[in-house]
């Protein structure tokens, strides 16, 4: 599975995704830094990578292009919620999901749960 990590999450959040094997890249890192909201769901098309934010615009699969079908997860905590909190809790999550069960959905991880629903085919 691929990961697109958005400018809004914790910049420690990448390297410990990729410690648990996965591919993962930080819009920071690969230019989109500041970007539109559509050009980082460019990025994850190319990449056919599972866009992690907090961006409610990135958030809303009736905003998704046609071609995204990999998936976002959506982080539904408090504002002052320690980076430590928030990459711990997708760790946990990624480690304990199904990779079917994330791609081609639109998760939301809140405080005391995760919800995920599936919202574009994979074939």
Known sequence: MNFLVDENMPRSLAPQIAALGFSVQDVRDIGLRGHP???VMEAAIMADAIIITRDRGLADPRS???GFTAGAIFINL???TPANTINAKIIELLSNRLPSSLLGSFTTLEVRRALSRP???RL
């Open 37 to 39: 909201d559509t050009e």
């Open 78 to 80: 408090p504002d002052d």
């Open 119 to 121: 919202v574009r085919r």
């Open 64 to 66: 998704w292009t046609e």
